[in-house]
């Protein structure tokens, strides 16, 4: 049996971490004065179903007249509850039983007196998957049930639940176990199950689990199987899969470092080594924010949280989980590059020089507009080509002796797709020797066109266009191409999944036919 199932509170004592709504429970079975409609809301794992069961048993036990707050276990109907097997303790999934059918048939059967305890418990568990006629259907009798009839439900979010419902009922919000308490919890398991475990790797499962009850259980239930005579921390990271603490300050220090080889070493290891990723961008953001709160004026914590927020939302659809966090280095390393400069700054000496110009407005593919951008003082070499990094052209000074139609006549008014089309190869060379990420992203890429000095591509997933179009990986890709074309090109980047899919029927096609000739 799981330790979950084998440890579940059978008496409201039993419940840990949930004393607010322990206290008010008990006082209205004492004062008799229990509702007819209960909402019961939170994180999953901290004991919403089991307090809904406790609930039954407290009202429905034949052997507690003295005190309706301790079930005795004993009779019938409390065996039969505690095993799933009451039948007047009906338990329904929102999830898999949400339409209005079984609504309506829920509703013709609650008019029906119960078979052998005094009250008939419906438990809607996950409640807020319900449909909304289904919702609609459950309104009136909601609001006025039959005498012997008791709704709890139940949901994670409980947001999703329409306002007309939570009118109805009696909402409790449970709360995630604090630290202390949830370790304390645990380490009776242990003992019970007569396992000797170290306090580090107690306080390692009880930080994994984030204040969930049955994810602790779980995590020291994994623990347990097949475990030494006593477990140590080092058990516990392998039977998880997770990170380690040392890994994580390593990998910290050589972010500091700006050693980018070493974080990727890291990484590389921990894919290898099948751990979480997951979990191990979690530990890093949980590091960085304590190490943020002892530093407020360093910025730089702030900076590399959000960017590995980001990246912790893109692992789940990348199509390869490190893409995220390789990309996340890179630009965690060009942050602290950035302000390593600015440091090294003299402080009356401005690190930007607004420029001054009139623009011919620059249209992309979509038609609009392309930012108007500013200069780096300190590139003289471009402010001599007169362009800021996004491509558009300073105002010419006025003793400049070469007219205008010499200057529509430009290098760039002749560049050819056949040029880019040529080159691409050795752009996408040039790209691997510094950012081999940024690389395979561009090579996925295809090019559709080019505007005056736009070069307008398509990429097929979202993902690839969020990261193209950083400001660091286009001026990265925006360099080479200046360095291998010798001319300034900006790329517009779209998403067209259309395309993608022709050129794959394209070739689908070829092949039959290749196929076809061959066996004619």
Not at 322 to 345: G, H, T, W
């Amino acid at each position: 049996m799981a330790l979950y199932h084998k440890y579940r509170p059978q008496t409201f004592d039993d419940l840990v971490g949930q004393d607010h709504i322990r206290e008010i429970l008990s006082n209205a079975l004492r004062q008799d004065k229990v509702s007819h409609a209960y909402l019961f809301s939170g994180p999953r794992g901290l004991g919403k179903t089991t307090t809904a069961r406790l609930l039954a048993k407290a009202i429905n036990c034949a052997n507690n007249q003295k005190d309706k707050t301790k079930p005795c276990n004993a009779c019938d109907i409390c065996r039969q509850i505690s095993a799933s097997q009451a039948l007047d303790v009906i338990e329904i999934d929102g999830a898999s039983n949400r339409g209005i059918d079984e609504i309506r048939e829920l509703r013709d059967k609650v008019r029906f007196a119960p078979n052998f305890a005094p009250k008939k418990i419906y438990i809607i568990d996950e409640v807020h998957m319900l449909t909304a006629p289904a919702f609609n259907a459950l309104l009136k009798t909601l609001e006025e049930p039959p005498f012997h009839a008791i709704f709890i439900l139940a949901t994670t979010e409980a947001h999703k639940v329409p306002e007309t419902i939570l009118s109805r009922v009696q909402r409790f919000d449970f709360r995630r176990a604090a630290e202390k308490d949830l370790q304390e919890y645990l380490t009776k398991i242990a003992q019970a199950e007569k396992v000797e475990i170290e306090p580090a790797a107690i306080g390692e499962i009880t930080r994994l689990a984030q204040g969930s009850f049955r994810d602790g259980i779980m995590f020291l239930d994994q623990a347990i199987s097949g475990a030494p005579k006593k477990i140590n921390l080092d058990w516990v990271l392998k039977s998880l899969g997770m990170a380690s603490g040392k890994t994580v300050d390593s990998f910290i220090a050589r972010l500091e470092k700006q050693d980018t080889a070493k974080c990727l070493i890291i990484l590389d290891k921990m894919k290898d080594g099948g751990l979480d990723l997951s979990n191990f961008v979690d530990l890093l953001i949980t590091q960085m924010r304590k190490r943020m709160r002892l530093n407020g004026k360093d910025l730089d914590w702030a900076r590399w949280i959000k960017i590995l927020l980001k990246a912790s939302k893109q692992i789940s659809y990348a199509p390869d989980p490190c893409l995220p966090l390789e990309l996340a280095i890179y630009d965690m390393s060009q942050n602290l590059d950035d302000n390593f400069k600015r440091s090294n700054v003299d402080k009356k000496e401005p690190i930007y020089e607004k420029v001054s110009f009139k623009v011919n407005p620059v249209r992309n593919s979509s038609g609009a507009l392309n930012p108007v951008g500013i200069i780096l003082k300190s590139d003289p070499a471009a402010e001599q080509r007169g362009i800021i990094s996004n491509g558009v052209k300073k105002k010419s000074d006025s003793k400049d002796p070469k007219p205008e139609k010499e200057k529509k006549s430009s290098k760039t008014d002749s560049l050819l797709i056949d040029d880019i089309h040529s080159q691409w190869g050795k752009i996408l060379s040039e790209l691997k020797a510094s950012n081999f990420s940024l690389s395979n992203l561009l090579a996925g890429a295809m090019i559709e066109g080019l505007d005056g000095n736009v070069l307008r591509i398509s990429v097929k997933y979202q993902f690839y266009k969020d990261q193209l179009e950083k400001v660091g990986s286009r001026k990265i890709v925006e360099k080479i191409c200046l360095q291998i074309l010798g001319l300034p090109i900006i790329l517009d980047c779209k998403v067209d999944k259309g395309m993608f899919l022709a050129q794959e029927k394209k070739k689908d096609s070829e092949l039959q036919r290749q196929v076809s000739e061959l066996l004619a």
